[in-house]
């Protein structure tokens, strides 16, 4: 979950109050900030990341996309398909598989790491939009069981080791979506689902708020603060769209925590676990050396000049923020230069 940081550009403080009281019970989510106050690059102080013994993801993760909405555009589900076959597959250093090796370093009580495995077991189309076009946060499972009850080409209810995974699509209204949060990850009720399964959702940014969920590929005109790069404004996407290279980010950073903490009691950071900071939370912003307080931090750029951090599969490039490693203390990335 993330904790809201004092996030002095965008949120005032009474709308921050307010977000904490729109929740009624601990969702763990995502939100972009650029000018988070500390640099944990390098710092290990300030965090006070411990395990609370419950479950990690330890087994082979079999996991299952919604597409929800009307507006997905091939080119843009290859690229997210893309990514998520490159956790689990080779590809040249550093490679989002790489990247992943530092989520493997968390382990249970029993001593399992979290799997490096992960595996696209399925796609459900929900194309016609069976909820609407507004969602709420518990809508999201509504999804999930429509998703898992529809005939004949429903997705499987898999209790043992599904993660379903929704993502909405440019015209899809979520609560909190883009004024708290750009994800979340949760664990679904067995009065909608039918069973406990982890999940996440993370929706498609790039019409509604880029600034705030496709940052470094979109920055908010009214931040006060110039664009990161000097040189010909912000920085260009890997995969050509900023909505959805800004979501490739934020689906890494939901899948690490969801593996870490996917039943909210493993993994977090904080006194209160109603608004744990997870390992993914406490390096929002930070993409490569010397990361921080509203610098990416070095990362590499294409021959194009767009920016990314770390390789996929079939030539893909992809820029995803640093986790926090448990091994070394700090945040963490296979582009780091030290
Ligand atoms: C499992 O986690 C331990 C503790 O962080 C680490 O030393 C070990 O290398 C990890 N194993 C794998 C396969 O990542």
Known sequence: MQK????????SLSSLSHLTLAHPW????????????????GSSNLVDLQYHMGPILSSPI???IVWY??????????????????????????SVADWWRTIRLYTDQTGSNITGNIILSGEFYDSTNSHGNYLTRLTIQSIIKTAVTSYPRGLPLNYENGLYLVLTSSEILVQDFCRAVCGFHYFS???????????AWVGYSGT???GMCAYPFAWPKDSGKPPPETSGGVMGSPNGDAGVDGMISVIAHELAEVSSNPLVNAWYAGDDPTAP???ADICVGVYGSGG???????????????????????????????????????????????
Not at 81 to 88: A, E, V, W
């Open 208 to 210: 509604q708020c880029p």
């Open 277 to 279: 900071d997870e390992i």
């Open 62 to 64: 079999n996991l299952y």
């Open 189 to 199: 009720f067995p009065a909608i689902v039918g069973v406990t399964v982890p999940y």
């Open 4 to 11: 809201l940081y004092c996030h002095l550009l965008l949120l």
């Open 69 to 94: 909405g009307s507006h997905w555009n091939p080119n843009h589900q290859s690229t997210i398909r893309d990514f998520l076959y490159s956790l689990s597959s080779p590809a040249p250093p550093p």
């Open 292 to 338: 921080g307080g509203g610098y990416v931090g070095q990362v590499y750029k294409d021959s194009w000049g767009n920016g990314f951090n770390v390789n996929g599969v079939r030539g893909r490039k992809f820029l995803v923020q640093w986790v926090w490693d448990p091994v070394k203390g700090r945040c963490f990335g296979p582009n780091a230069m030290d």
């Open 26 to 41: 601990p969702w763990t989510q995502t939100q972009r900030q650029f000018n988070q106050p500390t640099n944990y690059e």
